[in-house]
């Protein structure tokens, strides 16, 4: 970069959040932690709502137990970070958020005012807008929205809107009511005072193709993050696929690489003690300046 003043970037290459991180609320360290402590969190680059993981959520990441919401948003954002980090200029290719996105289908709570952090990209300028969802409060599916900007009229004031959603759901005998509906309400509240095309919204086709089934009833936390996984590995070949445009060849297992979901509690596991790990040492490092968080 140049040092003559007037020709530097007057924006930054990063935003930063300065926050300091907030210590368990008993006051313990992490390994000392009791019910009620934050002992691990992650957000997706750029959004503020983050995945807190408490003490007692820990016990869930054991074989034969049921995830809790924030875990599986905790996978869904390391994926998408991943993804992010894989090459330059995917900034505006995906955004993902957490699982409590799919309350706004159902009217629940208001409106968020600030999901994504000052500076960061709207969350409807993306090409894929990522978040799992819990119709029936216990079952986790993955909901991708494709193109959601071409709804933005001061991004395409006249063009086509390609809008579409796919559902990826691990139990097809647990399929979300309406979804389309909840899907129109949750783009309706995701606005942020930005005009979109109203009159489009019920045009919005929702997908929900043929996909592995989990072999048990408490797996399904895992399958948001393992089919984000196999999705953004090909994405626009996956869509298509999803859309029934063009397949891909090979059984259904094959072509979502199934057999992969058995390492999925483990590593998961081992990324929550990770980041359990880290977290502490942030704490036990004495600053006056409080730690910054790649946004």
């Known amino acids: 970069m140049s040092s003559n003043p007037s020709t530097q970037q007057t924006q930054p290459l990063w935003t930063f959040a300065q926050s300091r991180i907030s210590r368990p609320l008993s006051r313990n360290r992490i390994p000392e932690a009791i019910t009620g402590d934050v002992v691990a969190d992650l957000r997706f680059y750029g959004t503020t709502i983050p995945a807190d993981i408490s003490q007692e959520q820990l016990q869930t990441l054991e074989p034969g137990q049921w995830l809790s919401a924030d875990l599986c948003s905790f996978y869904c954002n390391e994926v998408g970070n991943t993804y992010l980090e894989g090459a330059p200029g995917r900034e505006k290719d995906l955004v993902v958020l957490h699982s409590r996105t799919w309350d706004l289908g159902r009217g629940l709570g208001g409106a968020p005012k600030r999901i994504r952090s000052p500076g960061a990209t709207h969350v409807l300028e993306h090409k894929y807008l990522v978040f799992p969802g819990n119709d029936s409060g216990n079952h986790f599916f993955l909901c991708i929205v494709i193109y959601p900007s071409d709804l933005l ?81 090909k994405p626009d070949a996956y869509a298509a696929h999803c859309m029934g445009k063009t397949l891909i060849e090979g059984s259904t297992n094959a072509i979502w690489e199934h057999d992969e979901i058995k390492f999925s509690r483990s590593w998961l596991k081992r990324l929550v003690m990770a980041s359990a790990r880290i977290r502490q040492a942030a704490l036990d490092f004495s600053t006056d300046i409080p730690p910054p968080n790649v946004v």
């Open 153 to 233: 009229y001061e991004i395409n004031p006249h063009g086509p809107i390609r809008t579409v959603a796919l559902i990826l759901n691990s139990l097809h005998d647990l399929k979300p009511r309406d979804p389309q509906q909840k899907i129109i309400n949750i783009l309706s509240r995701l606005t942020g005072g930005r005009r979109i095309h109203e009159d489009k919204l019920h045009e919005i086709e929702v997908y929900q193709p043929l996909m592995p089934q989990q072999p048990n009833y408490y797996d399904c936390g895992l399958y948001p993050g393992f089919f984000l996984s196999i999705f953004l590995g």
